[in-house]
């Protein structure tokens, strides 16, 4: 695309780019670029426009149909503003300028989890302000740098070592597989030898940093081995109930966090290694909690905006994966095949966010303004078609825990509820303490208790091992309920290894009033 750049606006999204990642607080200032999607094709005009639609739609729809729409608005404008930017910088020098602000992630996690005080092949990685997964992220992304960003090999492969460094302590598996989708797909766009040689040493440290970490058993290293996924099946199922609660418009956008929130709960910025994290401000603090998340963006776009939101967001990624092929942009095909197989476990699309979701979108807008103005009427269709069948086959992949609940299987009576000892009428909703067993087969099980109003919040789950057939130990639950008059408490059980599949083995429920 060659339409007019302003001089000053380029300079300083140049600037922002480089600092983006460490200083990610400065993302709504992309909301300077937002005039740069005059420059899009007048069809990418209509697949904007119709998203900004299929999220203020349902937003009048939601139980707070005023707070739905201005947050609905709000990120759909961030959303454009990254994407005109990505407009601006679309050339792989200006794009190669991330560099800088990863870089300075990196060392900043190396230095301030070596002073952490235990050793750093002990635990993950961790930082002032940013969680072990997105440090996994951010590796990934300095990854696919070093290989599609272009620029000398003096600079590119000790910057691919740390970011592979920094993906191997971070201890993220998610992180691990959208790096190896990414490399592979990036190199298959581009097809060079140079390409290819670059991933098999990328490989080679991989597998031996594995190795090396097996050896001498560096925890999070030896974490990227399991299948385990660290109890997101419970916040899966959470999920489902807000869903099966607003089926048609959803709770609103960033709305979902005041569903998940565990009763007497405190809104926090960042999670913190040292468990002193800042609190929110009161702005962020009226709006519940907006960064607790489904950890599934299927779940998550159900959730907060039903059906037609869904639709929306998945008809704009089939355009942009589309396109990034079409273009043959290995860069752009990396980053958004990555972090979108991410989006499985994980929402690396929402922003404002640590920044991982502001490199997709801005990536996204890299990606279309290579596409040439003058591109005939005939052949849109022969864009669309193909958009519409990956954002059909992204929906289908991307689901894999809501389609994991959707056969129902009959009860099983190797899993049955023997004892339970849970009073129905109390006094005050502090420290409610239930007692249960269950009859079970030898293996490792979980117990949650959650509590559900107009949709279900985890309270507390208790992992334990049965040892010999029908002798399960008696679990012991004790949380904080909602104040409220009436609720219904749920307890669920769950193997004791997380897995795709979020339905539990077996459920009890029972209501809980309150005296005056």
Request: a positive charge; hydrophobic letters at 50%.
């Amino acid at each position: 695309m060659t339409a007019f750049q302003p001089p000053a606006l380029r300079a300083w999204l140049r600037f922002w780019w480089a600092v983006l990642v460490p200083l990610y607080v400065l993302s709504p200032l992309s909301l300077l670029a937002l005039p740069q999607l005059r420059r899009l094709p007048r069809p990418l005009w209509w697949v904007l426009a119709g998203y900004a639609l299929s999220q203020q739609i349902p937003a009048f729809l939601a139980p707070e149909p005023l707070l739905a729409s201005i947050l609905a608005l709000a990120r759909t404008l961030l959303m454009g503003g990254l994407i005109g930017a990505g407009l601006v910088l679309t050339h792989t020098l200006w794009l190669r300028g991330l560099a800088w602000g990863l870089a300075v992630v990196y060392a900043t996690t190396l230095i301030y989890s070596g002073l952490g005080g235990a050793e750093l092949t002990q635990q993950r990685l961790f930082h002032p302000y940013m969680t072990s997964i997105t440090l996994g992220l951010m590796g990934a992304c300095g990854i696919w740098w070093a290989l599609f960003a272009g620029g000398r090999w003096w600079w590119r492969l000790p910057f691919g070592v740390a970011a592979l460094t920094v993906l191997l302590l971070s201890g993220s598996r998610g992180a691990m597989a959208a790096a190896l989708l990414g490399c592979a797909l990036g190199w298959v766009v581009r097809l060079r030898w140079q390409i290819a040689i670059s991933l098999m040493l990328g490989l080679g440290l991989l597998g031996g940093g594995l190795y090396v970490g097996q050896r001498f058993d560096v925890q999070s290293v030896t974490r990227l081995l399991s299948t385990d996924t660290s109890g997101r099946d419970l916040v899966w199922w959470n999920a489902i109930s807000v869903i099966q609660s607003a089926p048609l418009a959803g709770v609103g956008s960033y709305r979902l966090g005041t569903r998940f929130a565990p009763p007497g709960g405190q809104c926090v910025l960042w999670s913190a290694p040292d468990s002193v994290a800042p609190t929110c401000p009161d702005f962020i603090s009226r709006l519940g909690y907006p960064w607790l998340i489904a950890h599934n963006v299927t779940l998550q776009q159900l959730a907060e905006t039903g059906p037609l939101g869904l639709i929306g967001l998945f008809v704009l990624l089939g355009v942009a994966v589309v396109t990034a092929v079409w273009v043959r942009d290995p860069l752009g095909v990396a980053v958004l095949s990555g972090l979108l197989l991410a989006t499985t476990t994980d929402n690396t699309l929402i922003v404002p966010g640590p920044a991982v979701g502001e490199v997709f979108w801005v990536m996204v807008g890299a990606v279309l303004a290579r596409l040439p103005q003058d591109v005939p009427a005939a052949r849109w269709p022969l864009l669309s078609w193909p958009a519409g069948l990956a954002a059909a086959g992204l929906m289908m992949a991307l689901s894999l825990p809501l389609l994991a609940s959707l056969k129902v299987l009959p009860p099983n009576p190797n899993y049955r509820l023997s004892v339970l000892i849970a009073p129905t009428h109390i006094q005050t909703t502090r420290n409610y303490t239930a007692y249960a067993q269950f009859d079970l087969p030898t293996g490792k099980y979980r117990t949650e208790l959650r509590t559900c109003l107009k949709s279900c919040t985890y309270l507390v789950a208790v992992p334990y091992t049965v040892l010999t057939k029908s002798a399960a130990p008696v679990v012991t639950l004790t949380a904080n309920l909602y104040p409220q008059p009436r609720q219904r408490l749920e307890l669920l059980l769950y193997p004791g290894e997380s897995t795709f599949r979020p339905v539990p083995l077996a459920t009890k429920s029972w209501i809980v009033e309150r005296q005056p």
